[in-house]
């Protein structure tokens, strides 16, 4: 493990976006160790209570430096986010409005009342765009509005890092998937759709995709904010294990239970204009710099995921009403 420089005991936090799957995930991770957890999102966070989960929208500069004055955060995790995967004139407005200058006012906000904040950016893989497998060491060629705007802001921050010495951290983690996740996504949208026995439309699933537990990955985002030598950098977070996502659904269907293949409609959807059909990150950076690998395998971190659902799945009353492994 490398070697740590802080410490989250009795040090405020703030994480934007806390409301959210990976937000709400590293809220409990933090409280756990010790953390004064502070919430910032545009909806409560249910795991933080009243006075510690303020509602409201990064793009309002005033309510942006009233927070950070009012929390005067140790460490800020970003989160928050628009994730428009369009590429429309209007997606890029909303985009760049709220991830990039949302994002300025932050950075303006901390660094005028916290300005040795350490303040990790969560952006994405998606930045880099098709030349998989990706490294920090790559030009960015992102591929829609939501992962162009998050290119601009991890460039803002290395600009703030390198002419003010802003302790930023860029932390790009691939797909992240577990427990909790809504079903915008595809393998929530998946395992419930067997788990009810309905019907899956879906690609021909040749195109691969990484995978990262989420516990996985809110252990990189906190060891990001306190091992040595982040500052300034952009650290992949994956599993470097591409997956067909015809594979990654068979494996669920098979987890689910006999017969679920059945219900997968195979090449029932065309493939996304565009669509990145290689998608997959070293991780050696993070295993350098944070003494960080992924711990849980895609077999075991779909396992738990499935039992998950399986278990709050219920019907009306209270009891589940699908099939079973």
Known sequence: MSESVGSFVDAPVLITGASGFIGGHLVRACKASGAQVFGFS??????????????GDITNRELVLEVIDRVKPGYVFHLAADKSRYASIADFRHCLETNLMGTLNLVEACMSTVPEVKFISV????????????????????VSAYSCSKVAVSHMLQTFHHVYRFPAVIVRPSLAYGPGQDDSMFVPALIKSLLADRRFAMSGGEQTRDFVYIDDLVEAIMLAATCLDTDGRVINVSSFEPVKILDLARTIADLVGDGA??????GELAYRPGETMKYFSDN??????????????LHTGLSRTVEFYRDTMTGSDGVFASRTS
């Open 42 to 55: 545009r909806r409560r966070s249910s795991e933080l209570v009243s006075g510690n989960s303020i509602v």
């Open 123 to 142: 952006g994405t893989c998606e930045e880099y765009g098709v030349n998989a497998p990706f490294s920090e060491s790559m030009r960015e060629a992102p």
């Open 261 to 266: 293949r059945e219900l997968l409609d195979v």
């Open 284 to 297: 050696s950076e993070a295993a350098r710099l944070l003494g960080w690998k992924p711990c849980v395998n």
